[in-house]
């Protein structure tokens, strides 16, 4: 498996607090089946991004812990005029491994209502946003219409893996299931924070999806989306009609 979005890297902002957490980390990973983890820093109002210190970061922690999970760099955005500013300046700097794909969060108590502009901006700017755990957010858990519309707009979505196990509640749990019967989940990832509590473990999220949906949806998930994002190819939705005459996906 391939995960997308962790905190993987230590005293960079509220993951892993140390090496050796990281390092525990890395075990757990690597242990539970992922083969790849993507190390995405908080950049928001309370933590600032720095690239070089996360490739640091990264080598520093890949020499104390071994070649497995193969560890990439990417950036946890929070959608703040200043980050999106440089951001648009300099794409390469926050996307995952300098590629195509970035990780965008919504702040927890409002609706950007510019979402979809800044969404067009990044998109002309050749970055494709994901939207990290929208199901985790009781704002967006509202607007499911509108996280439609960002996707057919050409944003794609992150799931976090402990959502579907309940860890962040029923209504979590619930719209992670709504997103992915409708086709608007594209990936599932842990966005770990530390060993214990929201530990890099994708293997009972899998094991969930696979038991529930079929082994197809989970690879999507879990495994072929992920690779795309990791190789900076396109995950294609295609709209599907249904019989309610609601909008339907399916993707790749
Ligand atoms: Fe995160």
């Known amino acids: 498996m391939i995960d997308i979005h962790s905190h993987i890297l230590p005293g960079l902002d509220d993951g892993s607090p140390s090496l050796e957490e990281s390092v525990e980390m890395m075990r757990i990973a690597a242990r539970t089946g992922t083969t790849d983890i993507v190390a995405t820093p908080h950049a928001n109002l309370e933590y600032s991004f720095e690239l070089e210190l996360t490739e640091r970061k990264i080598a520093e922690l890949a020499a104390a812990a071994g070649p497995e999970p193969r560890i990439h760099r990417g950036c946890d955005l929070h959608l703040s005029y200043d980050n999106i500013q440089q951001a648009l300046a300099r794409p390469s700097r926050f996307t995952i491994d300098g590629g195509t794909y970035l990780l965008v969060e919504f702040p927890d108590l409002l609706i950007i209502r510019t979402a ?13 946003p994901i939207i990290t755990h929208p199901e985790r957010n009781a704002l967006l858990q509202q607007r499911l219409g509108e996280l439609e519309g960002w996707v057919e707009q050409g944003c794609r979505v992150q799931v976090t893996a402990q959502s579907f196990l309940g860890r962040f509640g029923r209504q979590a749990r619930e719209f992670a299931e709504l997103l992915v019967r409708r086709g608007v989940a594209h990936l599932v990832a842990s966005d770990a924070h530390d060993a214990e509590d929201r530990p890099p473990d994708l293997a009972g999220a899998y094991d969930y999806l ?3 949906y079929g082994e197809e ?6 495994v072929d989306n992920p690779r795309r994002v990791l190789e900076s190819r396109p995950i294609e939705v295609f709209e599907k009609p249904s019989a309610t005459g609601k909008k339907w996906y399916r993707f790749w």
């Open 217 to 222: 949806v989970a690879q999507r998930l879990l």
């Open 210 to 212: 696979r038991r529930k």
């Open 116 to 128: 979809g502009d800044i969404f067009d901006m990044l998109l002309g700017a050749g970055v494709v």
